[in-house]
């Protein structure tokens, strides 16, 4: 007795529903291009208010808050204390140090310290795309009483800058909403999907969540210690504008490796400084070599392990690369989009298409078993 032919998996239906789904994606994806500027204070509002709940949960025990209202309010107010303690404090040497360096490239390039011909082609070269006097004027525009002494004019010459000042002030409006009922969004997601692919779709987004979490917040937790440690490390050796580089390096630290780049203007502002005559350029660049070494070297070997515990999904070359495409396609609201997309889209990849099986596959009609219905309670979004 003959046995009955399997049907093929790849039939019309199922390939017409793939195209459907990539035009839809498609779609998706160029109207987010066309409404990015609208869409950029929602995204980076929902981006901070993720980095933020543990903090919230956090004010939530230590005032015994059923809600999230004041718990979110006091998170707001303790970022923004801190990180206005933070300018407050460093603004004034900061601006010091750039007043040292435009004095020393001022001095070269009127004369009055006499250089080699090879040294002034990176002199001009600096003058021309990092002059440290601009710098120091964009900074100095910070001081309160430098915004109000301009406002009225500011409001005459640039109603531009009002509005985005205004955009942005929409963010800090989005975070709140959003830490707020942040539960209520999380468990509301699941519905966005069809009932008959629920249970494994939510599986897939658990594992995505489950990887992000380890990584922004873990990552996260590393960049503000190895931000610690290279403020501290450049300023023991001297370096000038230690703090702003310290904290460029831990931010760039939320990309593997990509902190690396700060070599660049840690070797500008070695040079610029070497010019004094006060040190040479290969002891100071040398110093701050070692402090790259020695701060990745407790982050890397001591940090990482115990915060994020393991190695994480994604490889650090398509971490790049999914920067790279999703920035080119969306701007800012792509490079936030980026990792979670792109794991969404790996995961989804390997377990209905790479290697499809009969747990992991498309659900059909009769898939209810205790297996599938294991991952699917109210919290499943969470």
């Known amino acids: 007795m003959e046995q009955p032919t399997k049907p093929a998996y790849w039939n019309i239906d ?14 998706m994806i160029f109207l987010l291009g066309y409404l990015r500027d609208v869409l950029l204070p929602f995204f980076v509002g929902c981006f901070i208010a993720y980095m933020l709940q543990p903090l919230v949960e956090l004010n939530r025990r230590f005032i015994h808050e059923k809600g999230r209202l004041w718990s979110s309010i006091l998170a707001l107010v303790e970022v ?6 933070v300018v407050y404090i460093f603004l004034p040497h900061v601006l010091k140090e750039l007043d040292i360096l435009s004095g020393i490239i001022h001095e070269v390039t009127t004369g009055k310290r006499s250089l080699p011909p090879e040294y002034m082609t990176v002199i001009d070269w600096i003058n ?3 002059n440290p006097s601009e710098v120091k004027a964009m900074l100095s525009e910070l001081h309160i009483g430098t915004l109000i002494s301009k406002g009225t004019s500011l409001l005459n010459q640039s109603i531009e800058v009002i509005v985005q000042v205004l955009g942005w002030a929409l963010t800090l ?6 830490l707020i009922d942040y539960p209520e969004i999380s468990r509301g997601f699941k519905l966005i999907i069809p009932h008959k692919y629920r249970d494994n779709a939510l599986g897939v987004v ?6 992000m979490d380890h990584y922004f917040r873990g990552q996260g937790y590393v960049a503000l210690c190895a931000a610690v440690f290279y403020c501290v490390g450049f300023s023991i050796i001297g370096l000038p504008l230690a703090i702003p580089m310290g904290v460029l390096v831990g931010i760039l630290y939320m990309i593997p490796y990509f902190q690396y780049v700060t070599l660049i203007p840690v070797a500008i502002i070695c040079g610029i400084y070497s ?28 940090l990482t392990p115990h915060i994020m515990g393991k190695e994480m999904g994604l490889n650090p ?32 990849y390997e377990r209905y298409i790479s290697n499809p099986s009969p747990a992991s596959g498309p659900v059909s009609d009769s898939a209810s078993g205790p297996d599938s219905a294991s991952g699917s309670g109210p919290d499943a979004g969470d």
């Open 14 to 27: 199922r390939i017409m529903k793939l195209i459907i789904g990539l035009a839809v994606a498609a779609g």
């Open 128 to 130: 021309r795309y990092v």
């Open 206 to 211: 658990r594992d995505v969540q489950t990887s």
């Open 80 to 85: 923004t204390l801190v990180v206005g303690g």
């Open 275 to 302: 010019l004094s005559g006060e040190v040479t350029f290969l002891s100071l660049f040398g110093k701050s070599i070692l402090v790259y070494v020695i701060s990745q070297s407790i982050c890397d070997y001591i």
């Open 173 to 178: 409006i989005y975070v709140l909403f959003v």
């Open 317 to 348: 070359a398509v971490i790049l690369l999914s920067l790279s495409v999703w920035g080119s396609l969306l701007g800012i609201i792509g490079m936030i989009i980026a990792l979670p997309v792109t794991s969404l889209i790996m995961s989804y």
